[in-house]
């Protein structure tokens, strides 16, 4: 299994980026897939997951309103597009994948995960 996640980089605050995450080797609509995030220093924390059929979606409190997490299963991949983004999101962020059927916010609850991709946000 294999996901690789892409389309991070500098941005200053108040732009937008959208992530993707490729993924292979997992029959991916049976996956809920989910976006987390780690800085420097702090624990990985949940952003935002969605679940195998796209319908169910669930956000981290920090991103709700900013963020979006979207999937397209004909091609494996899953998006966070990310708006109005602040200095603190700035964090390597991580796509994962979990075969549990509801979402779980948990890290320790996903199967597999992406190399990371770094986000820097600019004041």
């Known amino acids: 299994v294999q996901l690789q996640a892409s389309g991070g980089g500098l941005v200053q605050a108040g732009g937008s980026l959208r992530l993707s995450c490729a993924s292979s080797?997992?029959?991916?609509?049976?996956?809920?897939m989910g976006w987390f995030r780690q800085a420097p220093g702090k624990e990985r924390e949940f952003v935002a997951a969605?679940?195998?059929?796209?319908?169910?979606?669930y956000y981290g409190d920090s991103v709700k309103g900013r963020f979006a997490i979207s999937r397209d299963n004909a091609k494996n991949t899953v998006y966070l597009q990310m708006n109005s983004l602040k200095p603190e999101d700035t964090a390597v962020y991580y796509c994962?994948?979990?075969?549990?059927?509801?979402?779980?916010?948990?890290?320790?609850?996903?199967?597999?995960w992406g190399q990371g991709t770094q986000v820097t946000v600019s004041s």
């Open positions: 994962a994948a979990d075969i549990s059927r509801n979402i779980i916010i948990t890290p320790s609850s996903y199967d597999y």
């Open positions: 080797g997992l029959t991916f609509s049976s996956y809920v």
């Open positions: 969605i679940r195998g059929s796209g319908v169910g979606l």
